[in-house]
């Protein structure tokens, strides 16, 4: 069974960093898409990028293009999402997803209705 475990999260000032961990277990994920999302209270989830496990190929929505990268590290079975200059607006949950490349479509990966595995998030709130 796959479990997606993310940790990381906090209160940060404008400007800083913070560096989000999602541990994964349950299976090998070569070949899989690892999604970060977030969702803010009283709005919708949102796509904040993603990676291939295997290739390290990533994507990044416009908001965060430039500030944040994600990447993994295979030996510990972890997707990071390292985010720097972070924003008032930047605040949320942050989750991190799952979903084998079946087949590849840059739009397909965007959207959160495309995977069906999911950690439980971490909360990340920028305030001075």
């Known amino acids: 069974q796959v479990q997606l475990v993310e940790s990381g999260g906090g209160l940060v000032q404008p400007g800083g960093s913070l560096r989000l961990s999602c541990v994964a277990s349950g299976r090998t994920f070569n070949g899989y898409i690892m999604g970060w999302f977030r969702q803010a209270p009283g709005k919708e989830r949102e796509f904040v990028g993603f990676?291939?496990?295997?290739?390290?190929?990533?994507y990044y929505a416009d908001a965060v293009k430039g500030r944040f990268t994600i990447s993994v590290d295979n030996a510990k079975n972890t997707v990071y999402l390292q985010m720097d200059g972070l924003k008032p607006d930047d605040t949320a949950d942050y989750l991190c997803?799952?979903?084998?490349?079946?087949?590849?479509?840059?739009?397909?990966?965007?959207?959160?209705?495309?995977?069906?595995?999911w950690g439980q998030g971490t909360q990340v709130t920028v305030s001075s």
């Open positions: 990676i291939g496990w295997n290739t390290g190929n990533t």
């Open positions: 997803a799952a979903q084998e490349n079946i087949f590849w479509s840059q739009n397909y990966y965007t959207r959160a209705s495309s995977y069906p595995y």
